[in-house]
């Protein structure tokens, strides 16, 4: 599958903040009842799923953004993480 059909399939699932605050728990981020990381309150989830961090490095992106600065990971491969997270098939 094409990784641009792939990215627009996932973020057709990723609807709310709630889902994207679960995908962080499985890469070990804890994430609080108002959507802040625990371990960084400056960073939150936004209501339209974007991740800002309001602290020292002045992030903003979504999730896929966030998985490859965090992970040090390829777009793709961040994508299909998501995927994976997701139950999301492709190949």
């Known amino acids: 599958m094409d990784i641009k059909i792939l990215k ?6 990723l ?11 499985f890469t070990g981020e804890e994430i609080t009842k ?6 960084n309150p400056s960073f939150s989830i936004a209501r339209n799923g974007y ?3 309001f602290g020292s490095t002045g992030f903003s992106g979504d999730i896929f953004d ?3 600065m965090k992970q040090d990971i ?8 998501v995927a ?4 999301v098939e492709y190949e």
């Open 51 to 53: 991740i800002k961090d």
């Open 8 to 13: 627009n399939i996932v973020k057709s699932q």
């Open 15 to 25: 609807n709310d903040n709630v889902s994207i605050a679960e995908i962080l728990s």
């Open 74 to 81: 390829s777009l793709p491969t961040a994508i299909k993480y």
């Open 84 to 87: 994976d997270c997701l139950g």
């Open 66 to 68: 966030f998985l490859m």
């Open 34 to 39: 108002d959507f802040k990381f625990k371990d």
